[in-house]
């Protein structure tokens, strides 16, 4: 003991020296990176949701049909063929990006809502050349609309929850998954709720609005598919690089993140602090470059917290729509590791499930399982999903 305080003031004058060490080198990395020219890069799956997909293989699993590692392009322009195309974008209100011109931030619902209109995305060739043109159309109630669908009070109702794979990001409007599901059958008027970046908790809002589902007028019953995607998973528990990819306006009023108590009752925990911390953090290369986010690991709380908002999503829905079926489906090329946990916190709560981890679409499909741009969906693989959904929940023309 007396040794130990002899020489506790030189621990803490070597620590503090660390520390003080240790900080202009982050620094200095950081600046390196820069000057190096490195290439930044979001990841469409969190570092967790990355390592698990890595586990999957280790264990014989098939990998995904792309890297989970997809680079951003800061110029205007993309290339699929290895020629540069400019995209331009038309309608009203233009704002900025490519996703936030077709998207308003609504306090009142305080998420992502569609924003009614037609939008247009143009593709040029350098020499000016009209190369593709993408329409998309949005209705009054912040919906996608499903072209060739007609008398809604005579059909039960089905309707869609996602993000931008849902919603047909970069595709037209007859190239999405409700379009699919409206093609492939009669029974059910589709409402497609599906939008770029709206996550889980943004639809538990969305459905909780006193409005919500007043055009809804289904003829016996109503079917709600939710698909569980790791991109907007990672959104819920408020990874580090999520922060990356929200809207500036929800960075300055503060993310909206939601928690359990001891007894599952949810609790929000917003912080302005946070979120302009972590937006901050998740654009440095430092930890880009050494794969560095938080939460390291998901945990079964992870998935507790995302069957607890279903069942609340549930519970809402049930009020508004007769003979409710509700079904969570696990996107194909999910890691499996990531599909056994939700399924099982699912299951206790009793919310049923389509598991489709296992399914490699490459093996179901002619032609590329993604789309032109990024890790988007193909109208392929769209229609094969909702071709197998429709199978499977026992629906035939």
């Known amino acids: 003991m007396i040794q130990f305080r002899r020489y506790h003031p030189r621990l803490a004058w070597a620590f503090k020296a660390l520390v003080l060490l240790f900080i202009p080198a982050i620094l200095l990395i950081e600046v390196q990176l820069r000057v190096a020219g490195y290439k930044f890069h979001i990841y469409d799956l969190s570092i967790a949701v990355d390592q698990a997909l890595i586990r999957d293989l280790k264990r014989g699993g098939s990998p995904p049909p792309t890297h989970v590692r997809t680079q951003i392009i800061a110029e205007p322009k993309f290339a699929y063929d290895s020629k540069p195309r400019q995209r331009l974008v038309v309608g009203s209100n233009v704002v900025g990006d490519n996703q936030s011109w077709v998207v308003d931030w609504d306090p009142k619902s305080a998420g992502n809502v569609g924003r009614p209109g037609e939008h247009k995305i143009i593709e040029l060739a350098e020499d000016g050349k009209k190369l593709r ?12 609309i499903v072209p060739g669908q007609s008398h809604a009070e005579n059909k039960d109702a089905m309707l869609l929850f996602g993000d931008c794979n849902i919603f047909g990001y970069e595709h037209d409007d007859e190239e999405t998954i409700a379009y699919a599901f409206t093609k492939l059958q009669s029974r059910y008027f589709i409402y497609n709720y599906g939008l770029p970046n709206r996550g889980l908790g943004e639809a538990m809002r969305l459905v909780s609005l006193a409005d919500f589902g007043s055009d809804i007028v289904p003829k016996r019953s109503g079917k709600v598919l939710i698909f569980f995607s790791a991109l907007s998973f990672a959104d819920l528990i408020g990874d580090m690089r999520s922060y990356a990819r929200v809207s500036k306006v929800s960075l300055e009023k503060g993310r909206i993140l939601y928690g359990l108590t001891d007894d599952n009752q949810l609790i929000e925990r ?20 050494f794969n560095i986010n938080f939460p390291i690991r998901l945990t079964a709380n992870h998935f507790r917290l995302y069957a607890v908002m279903v069942e609340r999503i549930r519970e809402v829905l049930a009020k508004k729509i007769p003979n409710l079926e509700l079904y969570v489906v696990v996107l194909p090329h999910t890691s499996l590791e990531i599909s056994e946990l939700l399924v ?21 499909i002619e032609g590329p399982v993604r789309g032109p741009i990024g890790n988007h969906w193909s109208w392929s693989t769209a229609e094969f999903i909702a071709r197998q ?9």
């Not at 993408?134 to 009054?140: E, H, M």
């Not at 917003?270 to 470059?289: A, G, H, W």
């Not at 206790?348 to 981890?357: C, E, G, H, L, W």
Request: proline share 2%.
């Open 389 to 397: 959904l429709l199978a499977d929940l026992g629906i035939t023309r």
């Open 344 to 364: 099982d916190a699912l299951d206790k709560m009793d919310i049923p499930s389509i598991n489709y981890a296992n399914i490699n679409v490459k093996d179901y």
């Open 133 to 144: 043109e993408v329409v998309y159309t949005i209705d009054n109630f912040g919906r996608r």
């Open 270 to 289: 917003s912080s302005r602090t946070e979120s302009l911390l972590f937006s901050l953090l998740s654009k440095s290369l430092i930890l880009d470059y």
